[in-house]
């Protein structure tokens, strides 16, 4: 069975500030895809990521980074300088390279006070 | 380009009533599911659809029905709704092995009254 923990139910920060979210994950599979979406107040689901678990170089797109350890079964997510804009609620989920089917956190409401 | 697209976006129901949650995507994706988002419990799987013709059941599928009509097409059926089943419901679909992100739809939101 999979299983992904977001253990940060809720983040509160000032702008500008750097936020990093935890994820860390559960699988038995040795090939597996780990992603990370958003999901604004306005409601619909975003995707930022995906990294599969082979590919254990971190990713950076402008403000946002990712980290992934093997060794820890952890894929975290850090904002830098953060904004207004990046509040929101974001997801950690993977994927088992044999069903493919997404497991998903509970998910960390990220708050970005101006 | 419309991705996937579900149908109502919102929906009051009283208890007992049935309905059917719609969902169709354009990306030619053989893997489709339905989710639930509960506050504080993220998404949870409640039934999906490997392929054309297959479906199987989630982590909470209780109370609940699902139609893989043909490629495109997804949907979840209320036969009985309880208040219990008051939640946002996504729909979204994958092609597994190609690009393995899941693909949403905006989301239902259905209360059960």
């Known amino acids: 069975a999979q299983k992904v923990t977001q253990a940060q139910t809720e983040i509160s920060v000032v702008e500008k500030e750097d936020v990093t979210l935890d994820c860390v994950y559960e699988?038995?599979?040795?090939?597996?895809?780990l992603f990370w979406y958003k999901q604004p107040p306005s409601g619909e689901l975003v995707f930022l990521i995906r990294?599969?678990?082979?590919?254990?170089q971190n990713e950076i797109s402008g403000r946002y980074s990712w980290n992934f350890q093997k060794s820890t079964s952890s894929f975290n997510f850090t904002i830098t300088a953060s904004q207004v804009v990046d509040s929101a609620v974001y997801f950690c989920?993977?994927?088992?390279?044999?069903?493919?089917?997404?497991?998903f956190g509970r998910g960390t409401s990220l708050i970005v006070h101006p | 380009n419309a991705g996937v697209t579900q149908t109502p976006k919102f929906q009051v129901l009283k208890t007992g009533q049935s309905m059917t949650l719609q969902c169709a995507q354009d990306?030619?994706?053989?893997?489709m599911y339905w989710y639930r988002q509960d506050p504080g419990m993220g998404l949870r799987l409640i039934y999906y659809?490997?392929?054309?013709?297959?479906?199987d059941k989630g982590e909470v599928p209780n109370g609940y029905n699902v139609s893989r009509l043909n490629k495109r097409e997804f949907s979840l059926r209320l036969e009985s709704a309880a208040p219990s089943q008051t939640s946002v419901y996504f729909c979204?679909?994958?092609?597994?092995?190609?690009?393995?992100?899941?693909?949403f739809g905006q989301g239902t939101r259905l209360t059960v009254v």
């Open positions: 979204a679909s994958s092609e597994p092995g190609s690009r393995t992100e899941a693909f």
């Open positions: 699988t038995r599979d040795t090939t597996y895809y």
């Open positions: 990294r599969n678990s082979f590919d254990e």
């Open positions: 989920a993977l994927s088992p390279g044999g069903s493919y089917i997404p497991t």
């Open positions: 990306m030619n994706h053989n893997s």
């Open positions: 659809s490997a392929s054309e013709g297959t479906t």
